[in-house]
Structure formats: C-alpha cells, structure tokens
C-alpha cells in the first residue's frame, strides 16, 4: 500500500531528526528506543509487502560493506577452546574478541543501521522523494544551527539547559560531532548552489541557509571539522568547475569567497571561541596535535598485536589498555582515527570490508556527479561533499560511533545514490520546465513467484 510506503519514508527522516535532537542517540535508553523504532519500521516494511505482493528492495553493492562488518562481527564473539586458568579461575571463552559483549553490541548497531540503509534505498523511488529529502536536510539544518548558536550563549555548558558536559554544541555531548553533522547539511546545499541546481526564487534561503550553518559550525569551535569543511568545498570545486566556461568559474570562485568571507565575518562578529581561534591557540601553543599523535602511535602496537584477525569490533578500550603509555587516569576508548581503529579492531579482514566500501562510494561519486538531469547532479555533488567531509574528519576523530552522525552519513549516501536513478517523474530541470529527454526505468527482477504474487523486486543499482 502506497500510505505504508510512504509512511515508512517519512519515518525514517523523522528518525534522523529525533536522533539529532535526544543527544545524538548515545545513551542506551535512545539507543534501545531506536532498535525498538527500527524493528517496527522493518515489520512494516515487510507487512506492505505481503499486502502489495511483493518486496521492494535496492540491490546496491553499498550496502554489503556494512552487513559484512556486522556479520565478521559476530564471528568474533564466537568461542573456540577456553583462555587457561588465571588466579583459579577458568572456563572462560576463548574468542577473536577481547570483549564479547561490545563486540556483539556493536554487531547489532550495525545491523540495524543495514536495515536503515536498506529502507532508505528502498523508500526513495522517484525523484520527488529526493527533493522531500533535500529540503528536510535543508531545513532541519538550518533551524539546528540556529538552536546551537542561540544555546552556545544562554546556556554553554548544558545542553537543552539540562545535560552538563565539557565541550557542548547544540543538543551533541561533543563539539566534534555537531561540527560532522553541520559539515554534512551544509555541503549538500552548497553543492547544489555551486552546481547551479538551486531554482532562482529559492537561492536567497539556500545561501541564508549555508552562512548560518557555517556560522554555527565555525563557532563550534572544531578543528576536524573545520578542515573537513574546507575538503568538502574543494571536492565541489572539482566536480563543478570543469563543467563551466572561463566566465562561469570565476563568478563561481568570487561567489564562494564572498560566501566564506560572510561566514568567518559572521562569526567573528557573533563572538566566543571559534575553530579558527583553536587553530591560533594550538600554533601559539606549538601542540597541533592535543595527544592525538600519542594515541596514534599506542594504536598501531594494538594493530601490530592483533593481526590479522583484530582485537574485536567495539573492543578497542580493552585492546588498547595494555599498550597504554599514559598516566592512565583517563581511559582511550577510540583511537581518534577511524582509519586506525578498523584496523585495531576488525585487522586484515576489516580493511577489506573498508577498502570495499570506500571504493564504491568514489565509484558513486564520480558515476552519479554526471548524471544529465541538472537537478539530480546538484544533489549528487552535495550529497557526495558531505559524505567526504566526514570521511576526512574521520582522519582526526570518531565521529560516525555517534548515531545521529551515521543517520545522516547514511541519508546523503542513499541521495548519492538515488541521484544516479531515473524516474518516471523525473521531468522537470531546476526552474520547473519539462525536460523531454528519454529515460530508462528501474530494472526490476522478482525473486520468486507463487502463483499471481511476485515475493519480491530489487531496484537497480
């Protein structure tokens, strides 16, 4: 039924939004009330289509990385043989992971965020969905990114005026992580601009939209995410120039820097202590680094250690415990490098997955940036920015081990990939004329067949 689909569609955008605003979604209550929200979705999901007669799924190669990790995962807590007796104790488990119970825990994140990915593929199936998507990721950004500015003056320290904690930003326990979400819902409107898929009348908002996003994620004060930005924006530099005259890409270069300049202008004016201040303050202090640098190096005698199996998915407090050259009154639970970390974690086989993945998103990105429909590239080369940006702040920090973050990771990846469709209402260029062009269907393949009732259909890649 179209009001199933169509309300598992509008779930799933709600979803990204609550995450966001319940802390990030990084405490267990949220975290069980996501599992628990996700199930019923996928019932749902799988109730529609009993009713329709069949089960509509994508068939994206994208989405194995993601399952695959989950179930390598659970390889890893399976026991083989028991550890010998310590101090009288004995029987214990011998497994691949250091730390079982997080490891499965962090297998079922995974499969719930699969089911997430999943869903999202599935549910955006014609080209009006992609704009819903768009202008939710629009607007919710911008209004979160004034939340966070007028919250970082009346209450700095707590979150909501409530939740107390070191280094707030919006309704995130930490700066880091408001800075990947922003540096996300800004790159995909800026992408649209910058590609000149943006209708006139609605320019004006796009471009208020992004200085106040930049404002907010400057005055976040982080680091990563101010360099991620910075990549974001020459990743679009090099998807659209090359598509432009002489004229076209200086007006385009002078846009872009009046628009930055507005931003950094914006927030030096509004006060308080931005990531170009950090930036200063860490030169003057000649500590680039703040102890990144010591865990990174910790890190790589964890990986040495644990080849080539890993020490466990989510298990990488306690397989960096032993190597710890600290004083030890804080305890490393991430390596502050996802990169570092998969390979602490998952060894030879979690780079695999890895390495899987992040070729299929460059194939993505450099397929789905050239698509013929103006709308649909714009979108593309924002979706593909943000989706960049966090994967360069993740170089720096452990920003998708936050839901909300990989929530929205997840949205711009699934419009990455839409964009790269065509629709059957696909027929209108950005200032509302019809396009008459031809256009190929999505393929469609049932899997099996009981009389008049097709069980299931993919949508193609």
Same mark, same amino acid.
């Given at each position: 039924?179209?009001?199933?689909?169509?309300?598992?569609?509008?779930?799933?955008?709600?979803?990204?939004?609550?995450?966001?605003?319940?802390?990030?979604?990084?405490?267990?209550?949220?975290?069980?009330?996501?599992?628990?929200?996700?199930?019923?979705?996928?019932?749902?999901?799988?109730?529609?289509?009993?009713?329709?007669?069949?089960?509509?799924?994508?068939? $994206?190669?994208?989405?194995? &990385?993601?399952?695959?990790?989950?179930?390598?995962?659970?390889?890893?807590?399976? &026991?083989?043989? $028991?550890?010998?007796?310590?101090?009288?104790?004995?029987?214990? &488990?011998?497994?691949?992971?250091?730390? &079982?119970?997080?490891?499965?825990?962090?297998?079922?994140?995974?499969?719930?965020?699969?089911?997430?990915?999943?869903?999202?593929?599935?549910?955006?199936?014609?080209? @009006?969905?992609?704009? @819903? !998507?768009?202008?939710?990721?629009?607007?919710?950004?911008?209004?979160? #990114?004034?939340?966070?500015?007028?919250? *970082?003056?009346? *209450?700095?320290?707590?979150?909501?005026?409530?939740?107390?904690?070191?280094?707030?930003?919006?309704?995130?326990?930490?700066?880091?992580?408001?800075?990947?979400?922003?540096? +996300?819902?800004?790159?995909?409107?800026?992408?649209?601009? +910058?590609?000149?898929?943006? %209708?006139?009348? %609605?320019?004006? =908002?796009?471009?208020?939209?992004?200085?106040?996003?930049?404002?907010?994620?400057?005055?976040?004060?982080?680091?990563?995410?101010?360099?991620?930005?910075?990549? #974001?924006?020459?990743?679009? /530099?090099?998807?659209?120039?090359?598509?432009?005259?002489? @004229?076209?890409?200086?007006?385009?270069?002078?846009?872009?820097?009046?628009?930055?300049?507005?931003?950094?202008?914006?927030?030096?004016?509004?006060?308080?202590?931005?990531?170009?201040?950090?930036?200063?303050?860490?030169?003057?202090?000649?500590?680039?680094?703040?102890?990144?640098?010591? !865990?990174?190096?910790?890190?790589?005698?964890?990986?040495?250690?644990?080849?080539?199996?890993?020490?466990?998915?989510?298990?990488?407090?306690?397989?960096?415990?032993?190597?710890?050259?600290?004083?030890?009154?804080?305890?490393?639970?991430?390596?502050?490098?996802?990169?570092?970390?998969?390979?602490?974690?998952?060894?030879?086989?979690?780079?695999?997955?890895?390495?899987?993945?992040?070729?299929?998103?460059?194939? #993505?990105?450099?397929?789905?940036?050239?698509?013929?429909?103006? /709308?649909?590239?714009?979108?593309?080369?924002?979706?593909?920015?943000?989706?960049?940006?966090?994967?360069? $702040?993740?170089?720096?920090? =452990?920003?998708? $081990?936050?839901?909300?973050?990989?929530?929205?990771? !997840?949205?711009?990846? *699934?419009?990455?990939?839409?964009?790269?469709?065509?629709?059957?209402?696909?027929?209108?260029?950005?200032?509302?004329?019809?396009?008459?062009? %031809?256009?190929?269907?999505?393929?469609?393949?049932?899997?099996?067949?009981?009389?008049?009732?097709?069980?299931?259909?993919? !949508?193609?890649?």
């Amino acid at each position: 039924m179209k009001i199933l689909n169509s309300s598992i569609f509008v779930s799933l955008c709600v979803i990204v939004a609550i995450a966001t605003l319940a802390y990030g979604t990084v405490h267990q209550p949220t975290l069980a009330l996501f599992y628990l929200v996700m199930t019923a979705i996928a019932l749902i999901w799988l109730a529609a289509g009993l009713i329709n007669g069949e089960v509509v799924f994508s068939r $994206h190669f994208i989405q194995l &990385p993601l399952i695959a990790g989950a179930i390598y995962a659970f390889i890893q807590t399976i &026991p083989f043989g $028991h550890i010998a007796d310590i101090a009288g104790v004995g029987g214990i &488990p011998r497994t691949l992971s250091l730390s &079982p119970f997080d490891t499965t825990m962090a297998a079922l994140h995974m499969l719930v965020l699969a089911v997430f990915f999943g869903l999202m593929l599935a549910t955006v199936d014609r080209a @009006k969905r992609i704009e @819903k !998507i768009v202008n939710f990721v629009l607007i919710f950004g911008f209004a979160y #990114a004034f939340f966070a500015i007028l919250q *970082s003056f009346l *209450s700095p320290t707590r979150i909501y005026g409530v939740l107390e904690r070191l280094s707030p930003f919006g309704s995130f326990v930490n700066r880091h992580n408001f800075a990947a979400f922003i540096e +996300m819902t800004i790159a995909l409107p800026l992408g649209m601009l +910058m590609s000149g898929a943006v %209708r006139r009348d %609605r320019k004006l =908002f796009y471009i208020t939209a992004v200085v106040w996003m930049g404002i907010a994620l400057l005055m976040s004060g982080s680091r990563g995410g101010l360099v991620a930005m910075l990549a #974001a924006v020459g990743l679009i /530099f090099v998807l659209t120039t090359s598509a432009h005259g002489k @004229k076209k890409k200086l007006i385009l270069i002078g846009v872009t820097a009046v628009t930055i300049a507005v931003i950094v202008s914006g927030a030096i004016m509004i006060g308080g202590e931005t990531s170009l201040s950090r930036f200063a303050e860490t030169a003057e202090a000649g500590d680039v680094t703040t102890d990144r640098l010591q !865990i990174w190096t910790v890190t790589l005698r964890v990986i040495s250690a644990n080849l080539p199996f890993g020490a466990g998915i989510g298990a990488f407090g306690q397989a960096y415990t032993p190597f710890d050259t600290s004083n030890g009154l804080s305890r490393v639970e991430q390596a502050h490098n996802d990169y570092l970390e998969v390979l602490a974690n998952a060894g030879l086989i979690g780079a695999v997955i890895a390495g899987a993945f992040l070729y299929l998103v460059f194939t #993505a990105i450099r397929k789905n940036t050239r698509v013929e429909n103006g /709308f649909r590239r714009g979108v593309a080369v924002g979706a593909a920015a943000g989706v960049f940006a966090v994967l360069v $702040h993740s170089l720096f920090d =452990f920003v998708l $081990h936050t839901t909300a973050v990989t929530l929205m990771f !997840i949205t711009l990846l *699934s419009l990455l990939i839409a964009s790269g469709r065509q629709y059957d209402d696909d027929v209108r260029d950005m200032d509302g004329r019809p396009q008459h062009r %031809r256009r190929r269907k999505a393929s469609v393949t049932p899997l099996e067949s009981q009389g008049n009732v097709r069980i299931g259909r993919g !949508i193609d890649q």
